[in-house]
């Protein structure tokens, strides 16, 4: 079918306004109230206020009377300023989740309440709009139509602001989750660090309220199933470090082992990678220490967040301020890695040892016979994860 100019216009610039609202639908599912780089939301709010009334414009201009230009518009208003507020808020309780009540748009925000989920893609939901242009004919009308090269830029710049200002919300909500449910010097996990979805991870914890969930029962079967699982390793495998890609073999037949349920063979497999790992990471040769004690830990972990830097102090598409508090909030996340390390480095005697404890001395030199389970293997894995996320690529 051909359409005109003006067709092809109306379906550009109403994909820079879907385009907007998921972004939008996103930021209000968080708890913003938490996050400490409000300014750089506020911000990044008053340009899509800016954008999309701009949009609105130009769409009255080829259509006075097109109805969902108004509905989008009313609706981006509305969470606009429900993002705001949520800004402003002072809350407590991190795992408490508010509720979207737009009643008052009417019928067309309930079509986007039902249609846009994260499931549905920008083009798919275009269809349920009518827009039946194709991904092509959009794409490439929007190169060449001048008039739209201002709003097209905007669009692109608003993208990548959301998802650099995503990502430090994800990371704060790491290092928050881990500060207060996490704090207690006793517990023993850490949270996943390459798959890690802040908002998936408070309604797993609603759930575990709801169910009166361990923390163990939390992780093995809300947090890390098998698909997280598979998608950590994925991660590893893609990363371009030569310490991580030799052992990679060893990673994935651990992993394999793990899915499997055969803990003791993954747990046999994975706990010396956390120490060959370490001593990668700071160059110390094997000759030069038998094992992991709290000083080796301790210039280990340095040694990551230092080389993590430097690697990380420069980036096109952020902002040298903005890049900073992104690396600042991360290496948060290897605080507790020497006393979570360290903790494997306990000397183990089999009479005073806690049943099916974690010991790396009394697993590796054959001592310990009770380790075989699913929170052993799964810590590791966890651990593991952190480590490698923070070690750099070879250059």
């Not at 003006?6 to 998921?22: F, G, H, M, P, S």
């Not at 795992?95 to 846009?116: A, D, N, P, Q, T």
């Not at 030199?365 to 075989?372: C, I, L, P, S, Y």
């Amino acid at each position: 079918m051909i359409y005109s100019d003006d067709e092809i216009k109306t379906a550009v610039l109403k994909k820079y306004q879907v385009d907007t609202l998921r972004k939008l639908k996103l930021l209000y599912q968080k708890n913003l109230y938490k996050v400490k780089s409000k300014k750089r939301i506020r911000n990044l709010l008053d340009k899509i206020n800016t954008i999309s009334a701009e949009i609105s414009d130009e769409i009255i201009q080829i259509n006075p009377n097109d109805p969902v230009n108004v509905e989008i518009l009313n609706l981006t208003i509305v969470l606009l300023n429900e993002i705001r507020r949520s800004l402003e808020q002072v809350q407590n309780d991190i795992s408490k989740i508010k509720s979207v009540l737009f009643w008052h748009i009417g019928w067309y925000l309930e079509f986007f309440r039902m249609k846009c989920s994260d499931k549905i893609n920008t083009y798919e939901l275009l269809d349920l709009l009518n827009i039946k242009i194709s991904f092509l004919e959009i794409r490439d009308y929007s190169k060449r139509d001048k008039s739209l090269t201002r709003i097209t830029q905007a669009i692109g710049d608003i993208s990548i602001e959301f998802d650099n200002i995503n990502e430090l919300i994800q990371i704060e909500m790491v290092t928050g989750i881990e500060d207060i449910f996490l704090s207690d010097s006793s517990i023993i996990w850490i949270l996943p660090t390459s798959t890690f979805d802040g908002y998936t991870f408070l309604g797993i914890l609603q759930e575990a309220t709801e169910e009166n969930l361990t923390i163990d029962d939390i992780f093995i079967k809300k947090l890390m199933v098998n698909s997280r699982i598979e998608d950590t390793l994925n991660f590893w495998q893609s990363k371009n470090n030569s310490s991580v890609i030799r052992r990679i073999p060893i990673l994935e037949e651990a992993v394999k082992a793990h899915l499997d349920g055969k803990f003791l063979l993954s747990v046999s497999a994975l706990i010396p990678q956390i120490e060959g790992l370490l001593r990668d990471t700071n160059n110390i040769k094997t000759t030069e220490y038998n094992s992991l004690d709290s000083s080796t830990m301790q210039s280990a972990t340095t040694s990551l967040i230092n080389k993590w830097k430097t690697q990380n102090k420069k980036h096109n598409d952020i902002d040298e301020n903005l890049l900073l508090e992104k690396n600042e909030n991360l290496t948060r996340l290897l605080k507790k890695l020497p006393q979570i390390v360290g903790g494997l480095y306990q000397n183990y005697n089999s009479e005073s040892a806690i049943k099916t404890g974690l010991y790396r001395h009394g697993i590796c030199h054959g001592v310990q016979t009770d380790f075989g389970v699913a929170t052993n293997s799964l810590r590791l894995i966890l651990i593991i994860d952190r480590i490698i996320f923070f070690m750099t690529d070879d250059e």
